[in-house]
Nanobody
Framework: QVNLMESGGRPVQAGESLGITCSGS????????MAWHRQGPGKQREWVAS???????NYAVSLAGRFVISGNFALNYLTLQMNNVTPEDTATYFC??????????WGQGTQVTVSS
């Protein structure tokens, strides 16, 4: 059993910065990659950014420059720093983890609401 718990989501004003965190526990071993996804109201879930074990970071093109992903594979946590947020960033943010057992696990999400 692998558990991922996101935290830090809250209402914010446009232009502010916000950091969210994902903490993993349970039978996590040799995780290959952790990532953030988001799902806005009435939208499909979309990939935001990924952090690989080798240190590689990748971002959705539209978000690069405003969002920063970081984490620690030894401690099984992942963060996303969101800067200069806009109402379009309103979404539930989910983290996932690609585990060494070849399974991908998801958290329950944390809600970020940006008002103009």
């Amino acid at each position: 059993q692998v558990n991922l718990m996101e935290s830090g989501g809250r209402p914010v004003q446009a232009g502010e910065s916000l950091g969210i965190t994902c903490s993993g526990s349970g039978r996590i071993f040799a995780p290959r990659e952790m990532a953030w996804h988001r799902q806005g109201p009435g939208k499909q879930r979309e990939w935001v950014a990924s952090f690989r074990r080798d240190g590689t970071k990748n971002y959705a093109v539209s978000l690069a420059g405003r969002f920063v992903i970081s984490g620690n594979f030894a401690l099984n946590y992942l963060t996303l720093q969101m800067n200069n947020v806009t109402p379009e960033d309103t979404a539930t943010y989910f983290c996932n983890l690609a585990n060494g057992d070849s399974r991908t696990y998801w958290g329950q999400g944390t809600q970020v609401t940006v008002s103009s």
